[in-house]
């Protein structure tokens, strides 16, 4: 009796999309002084998109990323272009990006690749994007240490 629930449970769940139960989950927190706040990927996809077209030391081929602004989510939660952003990733790796980097490129919080989300183990949900091909001087090892893959929070320091 108790396998069948089981099992029928188990039925109802890959019927009606465990993906959606998934992709439901917080994927993105920003703290600040003042705040926290989480978006899941639905939510960021929501938001009005920004693509860079652009090649990285990360990339094969010149490569489509689209996603938020990291401009928009600073706008909308009142964080100044002075801040220093301490981007963390799943893995436990950390960039310190000025904030003011938003607001002089189109930095992304890329959530699709090539048209497509990304799984972890490819770089995803979320990967920092800089648009390397528009601006020389962001091909450098100092950007290149910016393109926070697998990013989970941004805490505004």
């Not at 705040?35 to 010149?62: H, R």
């Not at 301490?86 to 048209?115: H, Q």
């Not at 995803?124 to 950007?143: A, K, N, R």
């Amino acid at each position: 009796m108790l396998f069948q629930k089981i099992s029928c449970v188990i039925l109802v769940v890959m019927s009606f999309g465990a993906p959606t139960l998934l992709s439901a989950e917080d994927i993105l927190t920003i703290t600040t002084p003042k705040s926290t706040t989480s978006f899941t990927q639905e939510e960021l996809l929501g938001m009005p998109q920004t693509t860079v077209v652009t090649l990285n030391d990360y990339v094969d081929d010149v490569t489509t990323f689209q996603g938020p602004s990291l401009r928009l989510l600073l706008e909308k939660l009142d964080i100044s272009q002075d801040a220093t952003l301490k981007m963390v990733a799943l893995n436990g790796f950390s960039s310190d990006i000025p904030a003011s980097d938003a607001f002089n490129y189109s930095v992304v919080l890329a959530v699709l690749r090539n048209g497509k989300t990304m799984p972890v183990r490819e770089k995803g949900p979320i990967w920092v994007i800089y648009p390397m091909d528009e601006h020389p001087e962001l091909q450098s090892d100092i950007y290149n240490g910016r393109l926070v893959w697998q990013l989970k929070s941004i805490s505004v320091e």
